[in-house]
């Protein structure tokens, strides 16, 4: 199925109203997936031309937001979460390691929050992985990436705490 971006948040929509939790998520996670196999959309949306961050989509009513990032080098992120939403990062081209970590102290505003690494995993071309509410994770870039990846809400308006590793 070839996908247009109207398609894909209204299926996304449809999925997050009828479920707005975990499960729902995992049925976006899905059509993340799917879209990924549309060749013509991803050429579309996440070309080399693309920021390292852009909006493509932002929903009116239940605010999460359809993104496209491509990154020309290596880059790696702290752990971090993503305060009281959720996001879904779908593997466009290349590859990402990503790490997920267990919270040993929790974060302030004053002082960061330490962690342990609990796992890495890679995520190729037409991979997806959903990160809810608290989950800690960082990704690690070592050349040219392109994602696709939702936020429950427009991060750009969430202050979120610190972390480090222990």
Not at 13 to 29: N, S
Request: charged share 25%; with cysteine; proline share 7%.
């Amino acid at each position: 199925m070839s996908w247009t971006l109207e398609e894909f948040a209204v299926a996304c929509q449809r999925a997050l109203t009828a479920d707005p939790g975990p499960t729902g998520r995992e049925k976006v996670c899905a059509i993340v997936q799917d879209v990924l196999k549309d060749e013509a959309f991803v050429a579309r949306h996440v070309g080399d031309d693309v920021p390292e961050r852009k909006i493509l989509y932002e929903d009116p009513t239940l605010g999460f937001c359809i993104l496209a990032h491509a990154y020309h080098g290596a880059k790696e992120s702290n752990p971090h979460d993503h305060g009281p939403s959720w996001a879904i990062y779908g593997q466009a081209h290349g590859e990402t390691v990503m790490s997920d970590w267990s919270l040993l102290q929790p974060a302030t505003e004053a002082q960061p929050g330490t962690v342990r690494l609990a796992r890495s995993y890679t995520l190729k071309p037409g991979m997806a992985h959903v990160y809810n509410e608290g989950d800690l994770h960082s990704p690690r870039r070592d050349g040219p990436t392109r994602l696709i990846r939702i936020e429950g809400t427009n991060m750009e308006k969430v202050r979120r705490l610190a972390y480090e590793r222990a």
